[in-house]
């Protein structure tokens, strides 16, 4: 069974859409780590180590994604698992910014999938099983 | 009419509490040095001695039962994966079954490292590593290492339980001393203590104490049954839930410095607050640390460590010493017993840096998050602010005359608002030294163990 690290990054409190991910992945079949909210960077890698997870999905609904996210790749490739699939969703940045930007910005700091605000976690499903081979 | 000895065997003492279960009180208490270096029985016909002497005359005991921290005590190296979740699980674990946490190892551990673990003498290792389902392979490369470096001693598997075959052939193929055990965490964040503990009592009883030459004395005695943290561990924990209809204090810490640790216990749970968003490793009820490097003797040059430069020149000028010298004198003397009121004023202020450090170290944090439905508060480690009692025990406390302002520096006299620590609470000594004994005739007499507590560990 596939693992997936879920959780809601940095100080953000939002915590609905985070039980309904943690539903839908599992009933789709995932092994789910959830983590909650506020949680960091560290947190998420931590996690996904010790559960020798395949895919971290960070969610970030407060507008500071950006902030919260950078460096996370390069801390995942620090702490052995470089290859690691990155997942990012909710609101990632403040208000209606082109989307086309935010996504280059999110996939330059290794991101492997951006998705724009108002993707509901079944929109992902796909991509989750072509990635993760399942 | 039945009669209790309780023995502990500590590091520098041998102490014994006579206790009359009709009565439900104690008879007497008396203590000598400890003597396993030659041969531990003198220590205690000596202290059995003195016990008789106090009473009057010999009394004949139903049961004799000890617990132990001599020889060194229960030395532990504790390995895991990742440091804030398997390796932080493990080390709880040993510290709650009343081991010294003398190693802690992560991720995969190099030759250096295993040599270590030879060098320290570490009594047991707990391996642990992955939660279930989890990363296996790390835990599996670290057992094989211990294996093919030779390891003989101990070794409890309490990891990723999809791990456990490899492990178990690991052991036999290298002819290890290993135990299998269920996972230390077996999801992210979620602690289990109980097996690997019990597993860490069955072999400290099997098998060390016999090594480190306490057994001999269970020609004399029923048994030896605890290691000597884990017997306060467990006395603390009764204290405050109570046992049947006879009422506990509630939540409690428990401080115990001594010349070469300071242990700190509390008993409470992580949070009673509804507002705060709770973080990292699950929290138990019954916590205890213990801080190698702060101590009154072994462990003073560690207290010094802690301090900046800037903060022992404020030190030496404001109460007119040479801090530095003192804690050499110390560590270089450490069965010295404090001789007139300058010694009393240096060991004075050493434990008051113990009781403050060690607070520091087992205390939860908190820090605001700001909505506009007001602040939310995110909070890691436990919430000692409703604590009702601070209890100190330990010769270092007992025998000192300002108790108190030892005792007020687990309170948060710094005013430090991320800090959960105490608040308001009322400061008890544990005056005749009996926690470790009460925790003992716990496994004989709950009920009278808890009754005893609440009469001698009394309001300064
Ligand atoms: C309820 C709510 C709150 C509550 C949260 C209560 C709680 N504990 O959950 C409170 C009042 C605390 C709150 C506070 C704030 N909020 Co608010 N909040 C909302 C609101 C109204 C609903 C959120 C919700 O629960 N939605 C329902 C769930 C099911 O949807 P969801 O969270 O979006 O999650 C789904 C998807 O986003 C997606 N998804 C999520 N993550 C990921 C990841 C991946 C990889 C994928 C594929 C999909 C995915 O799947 C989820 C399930 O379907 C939204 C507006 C809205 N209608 O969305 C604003 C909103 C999220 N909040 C907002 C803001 C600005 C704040 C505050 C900063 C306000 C302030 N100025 O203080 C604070 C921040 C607090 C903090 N520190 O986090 C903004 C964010 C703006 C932005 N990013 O551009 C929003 C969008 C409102 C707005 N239009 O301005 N908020």
């Known amino acids: ?134 | 009419m039945a009669n209790y000895l309780l023995i502990d065997f500590g590091s520098t003492f041998t102490k014994l509490c006579a206790v009359n279960t009709e009565a439900e009180d104690i008879i007497e208490t008396a203590s000598y040095f400890t003597t396993v270096d030659t041969d531990i029985r003198t220590g205690y016909h000596e202290a059995l001695n003195r016990l008789f002497q106090k009473i009057g005359k010999q009394i004949d005991f139903e049961q004799v039962i000890a617990c132990s921290s001599a020889a060194g005590g229960l030395k532990m190296a504790a390995i895991g994966l990742v440091e804030e979740l398997t390796v932080e699980a493990a080390k709880r674990v040993c510290l709650g079954a009343g081991a010294k946490v003398d190693l802690v190892l992560s991720h995969h551990i190099n030759k250096t490292e295993v040599q270590k673990i030879v060098n320290h003498k570490i009594d047991i290792i707990l391996l642990a590593g992955g939660a279930d389902g989890g990363n296996a392979e790390c835990v599996i490369y670290n057992a094989r290492l211990l294996g093919e470096m030779g390891i003989k001693i101990p070794i409890i598997f309490a990891g990723n339980k999809s791990a456990q075959d490899d492990i178990s052939e690991i052991f036999n193929k290298y002819q290890m001393d290993g135990y299998i055990c269920d996972n230390v965490m077996p999801k992210v964040n979620v602690m289990n203590i109980d097996a690997a503990r019990d597993m860490i009592r069955k072999i400290f009883l099997d098998k060390i104490i016999e090594a480190k030459g306490i057994k001999a004395i269970e020609n004399e005695i029923d048994a030896v049954i605890l290691p000597t943290p884990n017997a306060v561990l467990e006395a603390a924990k009764l204290l405050s839930e109570g046992y049947l209809d006879e009422e506990g204090l509630g939540d409690i810490v428990v401080l115990d410095i001594g010349g070469a640790t300071t242990d700190m216990y509390s008993m409470c749970s992580v949070s009673k607050r509804s507002d705060v968003i709770i973080h990292g490793l699950e929290e138990p009820f019954a916590k205890r640390t213990v801080e190698g490097d702060l101590g009154m003797r072994y462990s003073a040059p560690g207290i010094i460590k802690s301090l900046s430069q800037q903060e022992i020149e404020f030190i030496n000028k404001e109460k007119k010493v040479d801090i530095k010298e003192e804690v050499e004198k110390r560590y270089n003397d450490v069965k010295c017993l404090p001789q007139n009121e300058h010694d009393e004023f240096i060991d004075l202020f050493l434990a008051e840096v113990c009781a403050y450090r060690a607070m520091h170290r087992h205390v939860g944090r908190i820090e605001e998050v700001y909505t506009p439905m007001g602040k939310v508060y995110n909070q890691t480690g436990k919430d000692l602010t409703d604590i009702k009692y601070v209890i100190g025990t330990g010769g270092a406390i007992i025998n000192t005359k300002d108790k108190e302002s030892i005792l007020k520096r687990t309170t948060n006299i710094l005013h430090n608002p991320s800090e959960l620590r105490p608040t308001d609470p009322i400061f008890l000594v544990d005056q005749k030294y009996i926690m470790a004994a009460m925790g003992l005739l716990k496994e004989k007499n709950p009920l009278l163990a808890l009754r005893i507590m609440k009469k001698y560990i009394v309001e300064i």
């Open chain 1, 1 to 134: 069974m596939k693992t997936i690290v879920i959780g809601v990054i940095g100080a953000d409190v939002h915590a609905v859409g985070n039980k309904i991910i943690e539903f839908t992945l599992t009933n789709a079949g995932y092994h789910v780590v959830n983590i909650g909210v506020l949680s960091s960077q560290e947190d998420f890698i931590n996690a996904a180590i010790e559960t020798d997870a395949d895919l971290i999905l960070v969610s970030s609904l407060y507008g500071h994604g950006e902030i919260d996210c950078r460096g996370m790749r390069e801390k995942c490739i620090e702490a052995g698992i470089a290859d690691i699939c990155l997942y990012v969703g909710g609101n990632i940045v403040v208000g209606k910014q082109d989307f086309s930007e935010v996504q280059r910005t999110f996939l330059d700091m290794g991101f492997d999938r951006v998705y724009p605000p108002g993707t509901p976690i079944d929109n992902a499903l796909q991509d989750i099983r072509e990635d993760l081979g399942e």
